[in-house]
Structure formats: structure tokens, C-alpha cells
């Protein structure tokens, strides 16, 4: 058995010593291996996207949390109900790399969700990185992303899933929802002496990015999972300087029930609200350190 491996191996090694010259060879080598590099960098890899949705994670209920609104003793507790809906146009993640010509579109898979992804950011002449965004097809809607399914050391979430496939090499640079729609709906009781009052709120198109908070790669042989969190309960806190902009503060200040909150009605809280959802935690990248 030791005779076979010793003439099995040989001629391999005097092939690159016996025939032609050593630059022939050492060209012969280079174009292996460039060849070799090529078609690694070809390939393609995918992303597994878990998109988080959450409160304060204050207790173990995420349909309801509490916040402050004024002073630190004016306490309101917010109840989600049924008819609440994330409905998103889609969710881009987009990646960079040097290596991938531009302007290509290929196919792929988000679970039962069509995939396209599109070179939107064209190819820096200079450097000559393109920017690839992967984007999920139209009309995703979450129902019930106030409901929890899932729990970390962190508290409890609800998660859904989004396998990426046909993914270009190179790291990842931000992901961005677009929001068709995000209705809220429910019941706002201040604590102090139980009042309470139901709303509606609804938001129109909105976009929400999440930028990469350290380095992640997506190769062929190391798939990137991840992790981006909506935290919705910002969305109703205070803003402006120092806080100064009381949201529920001013919508108990408002006489009836139900109230909605849209692009036509109670527009000045509304406006207010929707500085909330441009806000860095709001929609970010989790599970990394920098």
C-alpha cells in the first residue's frame, strides 16, 4: 500500500519541476491560483435576517409597556390591540464589495417572499466598490409583531425570519425598512388616576435604517445572519429639546375617545410622533459590538 501512495505522488510534484521553464511554471501557478481566486469571489452566499420586534421588554408582556410623559411621575401605561399591522414595501440590506461588477439583477428567496436584488448605488470609478441591495418583494405584512414568541437574556421579542439567498460577497453596510403602512391601535390610561382613552395611529410611508455597528463579512463559506430590532415603544415618547414635546402628556389634553393620529388628524402630535421613528434605536443592528 505504501508503494502506490509513492507513485501516486511523484509525478505531481515533477510535473511543475520537469516540463518547461520556471517561469513557465511560476505562470502556470499564477494563473491557477488567479483562476482559483476568481471563481471563489463568484460565488454567492446568503443572509439570514431576523428581524426583532419589542417594547422596553420591561416585563414579559410586549403588547403592553409603560412610559413617562412631563416629569418622571407622570406615568402612562400603553395597551396594543388587535388591528395593530406592520405592512412594509420592503426590507433592503445592502452590501458592498469591490469584487462584483455593477448593475446586475439575479433571483432569491425570503422563506415564501420573492427576493430580487438590484445595484442601486453603482460603482465607485475610483475604488471600484458597487454597492448590491437585496430587498424583499412588496407588501410583507406583520400582524402581530406585538406578540411575544420568543425570549433572550435581554427580556422577550417577537421574531420573524427572512433567509436571503443569491447574496454577492462582501460586507454588510445598512439595512433599511420601508413602511407602507404601520397602524398602531389601542388604549393609553394614565396611571396617576386611571383615565384612559383609545387611539389609532396611523403612519404612512416612513423608512427606518439601521446602520452596521461593526464589521460583518458575507463570503461563500461564512453566511451572515443578521440581527436588526424594532423597538416600537420609542415611538410614542417624549421629544424636542430637553423632552420638551409631551406626547401623551398633550394627547390627554385633547378632549374624547377614540382620538387617531394620522396625516390628517391631531397633526401636530403626529409630526411629533414621526420624529420618533428616524430615531437611531428605533430600528437598529443588535447583537454586535463594535
Known amino acids: 500500500m505504501n508503494n502506490f501512495y509513492f507513485i501516486f505522488i511523484l509525478p505531481a510534484f515533477v510535473i511543475g519541476c520537469t516540463f518547461g521553464s520556471i517561469g513557465d511554471s511560476l505562470d502556470e501557478k499564477k494563473k491557477i491560483i488567479s483562476g482559483a481566486s476568481l471563481l471563489i469571489s463568484s460565488l454567492k452566499s446568503s443572509i439570514r435576517l431576523n428581524l426583532y420586534s419589542y417594547d422596553d421588554r420591561g416585563d414579559d408582556d410586549i403588547s403592553s409597556f409603560r412610559l413617562t410623559s412631563g416629569t418622571s411621575s407622570d406615568v402612562y401605561r400603553l395597551d396594543i390591540r388587535s388591528g395593530t399591522l406592520l405592512s412594509m414595501e420592503q426590507i433592503e440590506v445592502q452590501i458592498t464589495t469591490g469584487n462584483v461588477p455593477s448593475g446586475s439583477l439575479q433571483e432569491g428567496m425570503a422563506d415564501n417572499v420573492s427576493m430580487h436584488v438590484t445595484d442601486s448605488g453603482g460603482t465607485d470609478n475610483a475604488s471600484g466598490v458597487s454597492n448590491f441591495i437585496y430587498s424583499t418583494a412588496n407588501n410583507l405584512i406583520i400582524r402581530d409583531f406585538y406578540i411575544k414568541n420568543g425570549a433572550d437574556d435581554s ?5 420573524n425570519v427572512l433567509n436571503i439567498s443569491g447574496v454577492s460577497q462582501g460586507n454588510f453596510l445598512k439595512a433599511r425598512m420601508h413602511t407602507k403602512s404601520l397602524v398602531f391601535m389601542g388604549t393609553i390610561t394614565y396611571l396617576n388616576n386611571s383615565s384612559s382613552k383609545d387611539f389609532t395611529l396611523q403612519i404612512g410611508e416612513a423608512d427606518l435604517t439601521a446602520n452596521s455597528k461593526c464589521k460583518k463579512n458575507v463570503s461563500a463559506f461564512s453566511p451572515l445572519t443578521l440581527n436588526v430590532a424594532f423597538k416600537y415603544s420609542n415611538i410614542l415618547k417624549d421629544t424636542g429639546n430637553n423632552l420638551s414635546q409631551q406626547i401623551l402628556k398633550s394627547i390627554f389634553l385633547i378632549g374624547g375617545s377614540p382620538l387617531t ?6 397633526t401636530a402630535i403626529y ?20
Open 155 to 159: 427580556g422577550p421579542f417577537n421574531l
Open 271 to 290: 409630526n411629533e410622533i414621526l420624529k420618533n421613528i428616524s430615531l437611531a434605536d428605533t430600528f437598529q443592528e443588535v447583537g454586535c459590538t463594535p
Open 261 to 266: 393620529f394620522s396625516p390628517t388628524q391631531n
